[in-house]
């Protein structure tokens, strides 16, 4: 009986669905309330997404004349389902371990993929010109980014393989355990140009200011969202808080995971997603102007892939 | 009062927190737009402080400002963009333009006051009215929409 309820409950309310909803919530609050400290202003209270959240789902949803209407409002269902599973596949060191039912670091990338198709598929079923220019900037973005990630989650596979004895390991749990008993890949010289391109990662995919080129609103005009209103709106809102812990959360687990077991290693977790997104999110949004997407797209074929290309390359040998 | 009242009356209290303001140029000599957008929105006043949050899109505003006496031009466009702000919303007039039309007032294309094509429920006279004026203002709107949620 319990063993049968493991899952659907990692799914809804644990790790999954309501406590993912929450830190996602309050990381993406923190993130205002800095971002406004580093202004010299006092910013908006701590529960401001909620209160974002709440206010959208009193509103009316419209749907434009022109728009396809199933796929319009259908296109938010995907992004939040997408996102509420690809939650409970991220595991929380010490405290919580996926079922390899639900599938592993190889179906996490895929669902991983799932929220930039979403707003493709969103910008363009809103009949919009901006949200056609905002799907095209996605699709770019895309393009640039997912390629050094998949070559950084390779090399750490790889490393984690080799040191095993085998070839390549596409489990968290193995990458976990081997990094619990071997030392974490954070102080390990080999895997520092796999971390710098995971660094350069994030922000893009959680389209932050420097990377935010499809959604930015004063040139697109929020681009795929802009015909968005009331509670699918809201849907949107709530799509990118889980994707801040899904991505995060993927950061720590190949990365840093070393924690302990239990009560202390919930809190742990939860500190090092604070970090994460404070560093490599609100410092930089608050630093940085926005690029083109000609400059971003360079970028990041220059960067980002040329350090996975590297780190994969010296995994190899090492 | 029972449990499904007083959640709604929550929900209308937290949503009151969380007002979303669109700006619509009807025609102004973009004083106002000065005022709003570079002196009442900046950080020195910090309006985020009441939640408020500068949308770039109509379909996600609450509250509209609109500056400027609604010249003949732009009489459609602003009616189209006022009517994709989805319900309830709360429109404060920016400047004594559309009011009475101001300085422009006797022009033979501007149809102040904008209170004959909109439903205004602020006025913020001035010219430019000054940012406390105008933050002033958004305090009255979102007074005005705590009751209309």
Redesign the interface.
């Known amino acids: 009986m319990i063993e049968s309820l493991y899952t659907p409950l990692a799914l809804l309310i644990f790790p999954g669905g309501l406590f993912a909803l929450a830190l996602g919530l309050v990381l993406k609050g923190l993130d205002r309330r800095l971002a406004a400290r580093l202004q010299r202003r006092v910013g908006p209270p701590l529960a401001q997404p909620v209160y974002d959240l709440v206010k959208l789902a009193q509103k009316r949803t419209m749907v434009p004349d022109i728009a396809c209407q199933p796929v319009f409002l259908g296109a938010p269902l995907v992004g939040v389902v997408s996102m509420a599973l690809a939650v409970a596949l991220v595991p929380i060191p010490g405290v919580y371990t996926p079922d390899v039912v639900l599938g592993d670091l190889l179906v996490l990338l895929y669902l991983l993929t799932v929220p930039a198709v979403v707003l493709m598929i969103a910008g363009s079923a809103s009949g919009s010109p901006f949200g056609a220019i905002g799907f095209s900037r996605e699709m770019a973005m895309m393009l640039a980014y997912e390629g050094p990630l998949v070559l950084v989650v390779a090399s750490v596979a790889l490393r984690t393989g080799l040191g095993q004895g085998g070839l390549v390991s596409f489990s968290l749990s193995e990458i976990i355990a081997y990094q619990q008993a071997h030392g974490a890949f954070l102080f390990d010289p080999v895997m520092w140009p796999a971390l710098l391109a995971f660094l350069a990662f994030y922000p893009a995919n959680l389209g932050i200011i420097p990377f935010d080129i499809p959604e930015a609103e004063t040139e697109v005009l929020e681009g795929p969202l802009l015909e968005y209103s009331g509670p699918a709106l809201g849907l949107f809102k709530i799509m990118s808080a889980l994707k801040a812990v899904v991505v995060l959360g993927l950061g720590v687990a190949l990365f840093f995971p070393l924690a302990p077991d239990g009560m202390a290693g919930l809190l742990i977790q939860i500190v090092k997603l604070v970090v994460l997104m404070l560093l490599g999110v609100t410092l930089l949004r608050v630093s940085l102007g926005r690029m083109r997407i000609d400059q971003a797209f360079r970028f990041f074929l220059k960067w980002p892939l040329a350090l996975s290309v590297l780190s994969l390359a010296i995994v190899t040998i090492a | 009062m029972n449990l499904k009242q007083m959640i709604s009356a929550q929900?209308?209290r937290?949503?009151?927190?969380?007002?979303w303001i669109y700006r619509i140029n009807a025609g102004s000599c973009n004083g106002c737009d000065v005022e709003c957008a570079t002196t009442a929105l900046i950080?020195?006043y910090?309006v985020?402080?009441l939640?408020c949050?500068?949308?770039?899109?109509p379909?996600?505003a609450?509250i509209v400002l609109v500056t400027g006496p609604l010249t003949a031009r732009v009489k459609e466009s602003v009616l189209r963009v006022y009517a994709?702000v989805?319900?309830?919303k709360v429109t404060v007039a920016v400047g004594v333009c559309p009011i009475s039309g101001g300085i422009f007032r006797d022009g033979y294309a501007v149809l102040a006051p904008l209170s004959k094509y909109i439903p205004v429920d602020v006025n913020v006279p001035g010219c430019a009215p000054r940012p406390q004026a105008i933050i002033e203002g958004i305090a009255q709107a979102i007074e005005i929409w705590r009751g209309r949620?």
């Open positions: 929900a209308r937290m949503a009151a927190r969380s007002p950080p020195r910090d985020e402080r939640g949050q500068y949308c770039g899109s379909r996600h609450d994709e989805p319900d309830p949620l």
